[in-house]
């Protein structure tokens, strides 16, 4: 007996999947000892765009209701994107009492948790794992693989254009734009690439992987979440003169009053795993109760590393489908447990980067200082760079570890300083894994 | 309802494992949907030393027939290692239809695919996620994580205590001997240490992960295999003038004629993240067909992370039998499929790092240069570090890319140069990861 899968979808990773299940047939045949057919193929373009050669009769359609309402189909992937088209497809397949592998982080970063309840009451299976982090399993890993662990904290690189633009920066001293000008040349960058560049890609990957670790009903809107556009290469000059490096960092972590979740531009110690994370791949690092620490590198996105993903759910929810036991239990937390209640971020502690542009004048540091001091941040160092142009050099200083919220309302306070040509840059500087 | 669990052995994996499976059983519970309990406790020393408080009725026996034929217990633990009693163990268990759960990689890597037919037979499961790398999930990742893809390479670092030895030496400079005793003092090695230092420990877990990654059963004697005993400090001075540092790396890779396995000291380049990984930790490098590299990364021991691997399996066995679904697809080969037959490592070609210890005298390195000709071996480079004393200093010789083979050959007739004060060490420069 085989599984029939109906593939809605044919960009990026509509086709890697397709690509895969045709030219892997035979190990995934191996594998699981019965085949996976593709027995149907949706898409905009399907009359008009040349398909690949099929062994058997396909159904070709533009019409994505012909797919879910098509008697033979077990599994249908949506490949759409979006939260439109994508949830209709979703709720109609799952109501048919069809299983649903999908790729698509943002809806499931929103309504995950529903639409998992609605596969729950049909008696089917919602599988995730292409939504988050390309290549690297990771679903797989919190729901099965470390399941028996408690996560305390996870550290992640979880958007590729962002760290391919982060380390295109450290390596040629390029600017952001100019750097986000060649990502989009090859294909790395969207033409609007805020979602990327904005944090908000990484945030809706981290509210679905957070939610699984923790086991806490969680959105992007729980996400202090900030873009790497105010990122100059002369930031990273100061990071390795302080032994660090820069990445937008995802962070999960567990507090004293809850978690504390945030996606901003950090700084992280150079010797460590996470800061030879280069170009457009994604990693994970977490740190269990039990299992201390381990580490997951990979792609972060691309077709084929994405339609494997795809495929290996495709994998799994056929081996359910045919031996009679649907996935019953649940990838979100359905209420808020209050162990893990997100916590606002100004709760926060730790050292501080704190990067001014000026104009040059007698006495900044000594009425920064002061104002420093009176919100009780301590400062660990004063950073100035030679050079023979001085005029706008950005200088930094570091602080001792201190409450985002104090350093907040020391900012505050120095944006309205005169001498300033454009609000400070605050990062915080992150150790521990 | 719940699932009943008998643990049988009470060393480090399975001291590690009942403290999670009492500690963190709310945290199972939530995710299961129903508790795991711990049935019955089996050690030898289990009149003598003192247990846990459990909550409920525990059976505590030195007797492990009664662990095995317990009419409640659904699942065994078999946390005795070795290939003796845990084998009458496994296979008594899974007679009597009681699933079992191990971290024995010795047992698993000689019989595995047999066991697992047993289990098969009798309608339950027989998982080993803990056989393989502690805490990383390398073998649900290989089963369902990354199922959809081909694994055409795969490089790791298995053996803990190598890698810690390895990273001390070159850390501190100090010798082998020295190394491996501070790593008995501290517990990393036994007193005997030859299953880690020779090698067979980080061989046993090739086998189990290489026939998993690859679909072809495969057992240590596939595997050739070579320890860290000849490492000296000076080795890793000459590799750090090479840009690459040593690790007693273990490789699957897929050549034109079959499979290629080795575990070897080996030379790799600094610059990856395989070289990051330092004191006693594992990692595996994956690559795929499709989802190009991923890389995974933990502690490859202790009672904690082995304890995680083994309540995690608990909890995937569990959740079968709760729901009437055992485990139908073998994580093993049971044929020899051909395409992936091992292969000589004689076939295999490197760059080599050959290292000589001689006795001063003139023309030395026109003999070895004229022998390594002979074999129509192409010297990279000759390097001598710059010493005070320079007697008996060790020297060494790049290789172009060399057959295996034409290395042993000329190493055979080096080896009868009267001028040698040791055989030489010859390991391959290893890149591509």
Redesign the interface.
């Known amino acids: 007996m085989e599984v029939a899968v109906g593939l809605i979808g044919l960009g990026n990773v509509g086709s ?1 999947t397709l ?2 299940l045709l030219e ?1 047939a035979q ?2 045949r ?4 019965f085949p996976l057919r593709v027995a149907a193929v949706c898409s905009r373009s399907v009359g008009t765009r040349p398909l690949p050669e099929f062994a058997e009769p396909v159904l070709r359609t533009a019409d994505w209701r012909e797919v879910v309402s098509h008697p033979e189909i077990d599994i249908v992937v949506e490949a759409v994107g979006g939260t439109g088209t994508a949830r209709q497809i979703i709720e109609e397949a799952l109501r048919k009492h069809k299983s649903v592998v999908t790729a698509n982080k943002e809806l499931m970063a929103q309504r995950g948790a529903e639409l998992w309840n609605l596969a729950h009451r049909n008696g089917v299976n919602l599988a995730m ?1 292409a939504s988050v982090a390309g ?3 990771i ?3 919190l729901r ?7 996560v305390v904290e996870l550290y992640g690189i979880l958007n590729g254009t962002s760290n391919f633009i982060l380390t295109e920066i450290e390596k040629s001293q390029a600017n952001f734009q100019s750097v986000l000008a060649e990502a989009q040349q090859l294909g790395y960058a969207e033409a609007d690439p805020s979602a990327d560049v904005d944090g908000l890609d990484a945030a809706a990957k981290l509210a679905i992987i957070s939610a699984l670790a923790f ?1 806490e009903r969680l959105t992007p809107a729980d996400i202090y979440t900030e873009g790497i556009r105010r990122i100059m290469p002369i930031d990273f000059e100061y990071a390795h003169q302080l032994k660090h490096t820069i990445r937008l960092l995802c962070i999960a972590r567990q507090s004293e009053n809850g978690l504390l979740l945030s996606v901003r531009p950090s700084l992280i110690p150079q010797q460590t ?1 996470l800061a ?1 994370v280069k170009g457009a791949y994604n990693a994970i690092w977490i740190r ?12 972060g996105a ?1 077709p ?2 994405t ?6 759910d ?3 929810v056929a ?2 489908i045919r ?3 649907p996935e ?2 649940s990838p979100f937390a359905h209420e808020r447990l209050g162990e893990y209640r997100p916590q606002e971020i100004s709760t926060q502690s730790a050292p501080y980067y704190l990067r001014f542009r000026v104009e040059d004048k007698a006495g900044i540091i000594a009425t920064l200082a002061a104002i420093l001091a009176k919100h009780k941040i301590g400062i660990d160092a004063v950073l100035q760079l030679p050079r023979e142009d001085w005029r706008d050099l950005p200088f930094v200083i570091t602080t001792e570890p201190a409450r985002e919220k104090a350093i907040r309302d020391a900012l505050i306070e120095i944006r309205e300083l005169e001498f300033l040509v454009e609000p400070p840059l605050a990062m915080p500087m992150v150790r521990g894994f």
Do not use: C, W
């Not at 191996?30 to 000892?33: N, Y």
């Not at 269990?288 to 792609?299: K, P, Q």
């Open positions: 890697g690509d895969i892997n190990s995934i191996e594998k699981l000892g794992e290549g690297i399993p679903h797989t890993v099965e693989g470390i399941a028996g662990d408690r086991g795993i030879q269990g109760s039990y299992g201390e620490d381990t580490f997951y590198y990979g792609r691309g084929k590393p339609g494997v993903a795809v495929v290996s495709l994998m799994k081996r359910e031996f009679g036991s019953r239990v």
